[in-house]
């Protein structure tokens, strides 16, 4: 595979369905939900660190960056890895086709706490996906 068509499919990858803002810090993963209306930046978002829920067969998102060192998000069970770097958005796209539990473990060492920062990918039917994140929302308001 050439490099401009691995670049091809990294960076212009199908469109997405959902959308995710990740920032890694030591040592969580701070994942931030659009708000009910679809946009971030708005006091309907939703942040949590380390749950990252997805409906599965749909294309996901994320911008991910970096709050401190490098960081690399990693999902072995979809062969994704990606590097978090301090002052870079990065772009980066997934599709589960597999409802279940999966873990996202820093695979980059990045301090002391490294070995503790995993967090959880939860890959759902559409109609629980869309159910936990009204709950959610209702929660957090």
Not at 20 to 35: D, R
Not at 75 to 90: E, F, M, S
Request: glycine share 8%; net charge negative.
């Amino acid at each position: 595979m050439s490099r401009s068509t691995w670049a091809d499919i990294k960076e212009h990858g199908p469109p997405g369905d959902v959308f995710y803002k990740i920032n890694a810090k030591q040592f969580n993963w701070e994942i931030t939900y659009p708000g009910p209306d679809g946009k971030f930046g708005t006091k309907s978002e939703l942040t949590m660190d380390n749950e990252l829920h997805v409906p599965v067969n749909k294309v996901v998102r994320i911008d991910l960056t970096s709050k401190d060192v490098i960081h690399s998000f990693f999902v072995p069970n979809l062969r994704l890895k990606q590097d978090a770097v301090p002052g870079r958005i990065i772009h980066v796209w997934f599709e589960a086709t597999e409802t279940g539990q999966y873990e996202i473990p820093c695979a980059e060492l990045c301090g002391f706490g490294h070995s503790g920062m995993k967090g959880n990918l939860t890959v759902q039917s559409q109609e629980d996906y869309d159910k936990w994140l009204k709950d959610e929302y209702s929660q957090n308001k």
